[in-house]
């Protein structure tokens, strides 16, 4: 079993900036994808960012050039900055780990952000 734990959610102006982190209980593979979801209310849960070992992370179209994805597996953590922040990116965030291969993986419970204009 594998636990996540995400902190760093908050309530900022719009254009302000956030990190986000994604405690892992264990050391990331290579063979490990972590992942950054977001689910604003009444929507559906949304990829924002995917990071793999030794890869450059993917982003969604609508954060492009605003969030970077970042691993330190030295800490078992991954990142999520978070720039030029929208009222739309007001969602709560979840990162994922899945193993390459299997279609599901493991959840945080989440954290919080909130993005006033």
């Known amino acids: 079993q594998v636990q996540l734990v995400e902190s760093g959610g908050d309530l900022v102006q719009a254009g302000g900036s956030l990190r986000l982190s994604c405690a892992v209980s264990?050391?990331?593979?290579?063979?490990?994808?972590v992942g950054w979801y977001r689910q604003a209310p009444g929507k559906e849960r949304e990829l924002v960012a995917a990071?793999?070992?030794?890869?450059?992370?993917n982003y969604a179209d609508s954060v492009k050039g605003r969030f970077t994805a970042s691993m330190d597996n030295a800490e078992y953590t991954v990142y999520l900055q978070m720039n030029s922040l929208k009222p739309e990116d007001k969602a709560v965030y979840y990162c994922?780990?899945?193993?390459?291969?299997?279609?599901?993986?493991?959840w945080g419970q989440g954290t919080q952000v909130t993005v006033s204009s």
């Open positions: 990071i793999t070992t030794g890869d450059t992370p």
């Open positions: 264990r050391r990331i593979s290579v063979l490990d994808t």
């Open positions: 994922n780990l899945r193993r390459r291969g299997f279609l599901s993986g493991y």
